[in-house]
């Protein structure tokens, strides 16, 4: 039935039944067959007397075999597991990851019903709007430099929306994606170790696409892609792009060794930087970003002693919005 | 049948039947099933004609009532589960942890089948001869202070060995127990986090108590308490006393929020102190190791450039014994 679907690819305007069975060698009645099928996996495939067949609304599926059309990754989203409904693509990942799956293993879902961002915060993530999908990394690595994955997740996410929609979003340290000041996109990493040894390293990415609406208590602070441009987009090139930018800064940081080559590109995105932020950990202070150091943690000034301070990842927070985002 | 049990237990010398049966007002027959019972689960109980019942070799019960009797811990060990076989601890205690299973359970292997140590290396775990397990914790620490845990569980180790033997072992910097030089107990501690936060931590712990024999290979690196000290001693008692002292120190770690109330300890019991070690990470090279941060680490001097560096977990030998430990 692929193979119909192929030709409704290549063709703008409508097929007939027999017209495909001719290319194909095969009866109208198959073709009628293969049509239903592909009706049944989520393709829209229009019907008219005397025209024939046409695949509409095509650049809006989201599947598992549309998802690997085209993607131009060595390893990343190969395989690719493609989930209507799941609890989190993170947790997918971890049992994947646990079985032995290799390293660029992709868990995508339609919908997540449990969808959490850090410190276990519920992520709004219903069907058809956004992108929820975990990557499962394997890098010889040492538990301490994982947190850097984040940051060149942070830079696959901005650059991939930049080359796909032309619109710039900017990365709230560590693992916001900010749009015009409220929050496209967020990433989370999740790990297992041993002290001097990562095992594997989940990397869950969720981005707001072509959400329309957000419920009440998020409208203030989350946007998707279609809010801020008034389009919809693909969200199947989307996803590829972010997979090939991440492949590309990922293979170049275990090359290099550490996150210093991404310092200035992270720098030019991150807008902590200058602004006054609220440090929540053990203690909670007011500081101002100053900088990101080449392991990737934040260095801030504190407003009370004057000292400067390393962050990793603990709680920050931009004044103002500590209480929501 | 317990209840026959704790009269045995009691009793130093032999019992009839018909003694324990008016005690427990049951019949002659009902103590020979009960007896039978407990055989199959393992207790020793000889019987000889005209003097009855007596419990034999009960220091050396391993089971789960076994030794949940006498533990006098508030959390550590709580719940037990006593696996016959099982291919690791640790392993059993991640599933319990993700199926939401509490800080303080144990998992406890007569034989492990697949027993690891440090960065997957095999480790001889034969049933019978020792201490195998894995406990849970839920800390609400950030995953850079969780290294903390295997110096920890190193001194729970050391002191529970001297308070139950009077032998008195040496800790190698970061996981191996040593005693006379050669490796008498090991500790394995794996992680499940996010970046700001740890899920849970698995401090796994092998101590070699009875082996009376190691294969070839192992000969000169591995010891036990047996080989060292010509006595055999309770692995029950043993394993109570390591949770004990675990508990103590880590109630004590908590409350402090760092390792510096240990500091004196560890560095009293840490043998690599003044030694020449040779690092092997990203890059191999010779030091003296010269002291232990406040967070942990090892502060090392560098012989080609005279540099000191703190090591992280990464992979410390001393010289001499880095092929085989």
Same mark, same amino acid.
């Given at each position: ?126 069907? !058809?709007? =956004? /992108? ?6 394997? &890098? ?5 430099? *994982?947190?850097? #994955?984040? %940051? ?51 990397? !869950?990415? =969720? /981005? ?6 957000? &419920? ?5 602070? *989350?946007?998707? #892609?279609? %809010? ?98």
């Amino acid at each position: 039935m692929y193979r119909i679907l192929d030709i409704l690819k290549e063709e703008k305007g409508y097929l007939s039944g027999e017209a495909i069975g001719k290319r194909l060698e095969i009866s109208r009645a198959a073709v009628w067959k293969g049509i239903q099928r592909l009706r049944k996996e989520g393709y829209e495939i229009e019907a008219v007397t005397n025209k024939g067949y046409r695949l509409t609304a095509y650049d809006t599926m989201y599947n598992q075999r549309e998802l690997e059309t085209g993607l131009r990754t060595q390893k990343m989203g190969r395989p690719l597991y493609f989930y209507p409904e799941t609890d989190t693509t993170n947790h997918r990942i971890r049992e994947l990851a646990l079985e032995g799956a290799p390293e660029g293993t992709l868990a995508v879902a339609e919908k997540q019903t449990a969808g959490r961002g850090r410190l276990g915060r519920h992520w709004e993530a219903p069907a !058809g709007t =956004g /992108i929820w999908m975990s990557l499962l990394l394997r &890098p010889n690595i040492v538990p301490a430099e *994982a947190s850097v #994955l984040t %940051l060149l997740a942070g830079i696959a996410l901005t650059e991939a929306v930049q080359d796909v929609t032309g619109l710039s979003p900017a990365i709230k340290w560590p693992n916001d994606i900010l749009l015009n000041g409220k929050k496209l996109a967020g990433i989370l990493t999740e790990m297992d170790c041993e002290m001097s040894q990562v095992h594997f390293i989940v990397s !869950g990415m =969720g /981005i707001n696409v072509n959400t329309a609406e957000f &419920p009440e208590e998020l409208r203030d602070i *989350a946007t998707s #892609l279609y %809010l801020e441009s008034g389009r919809t987009f693909s969200r199947r090139q989307l996803l590829q792009r972010v997979l090939e930018c991440f492949e590309g800064l990922y293979h170049e940081f275990l090359q290099a060794g550490s996150f210093s080559p991404f310092l200035e590109r992270y720098r030019a995105k991150c807008l902590n930087l200058g602004k006054e932020v609220r440090v929540i950990g053990r203690e909670t202070f007011l500081a101002t970003a100053l900088d990101i150091t080449p392991s990737g943690e934040l260095v801030v000034k504190r407003q009370d002693t004057g000292k400067e301070e390393i962050i990793f990842s603990g709680e920050v927070s931009i004044r103002g919005e500590e209480q929501r985002i």
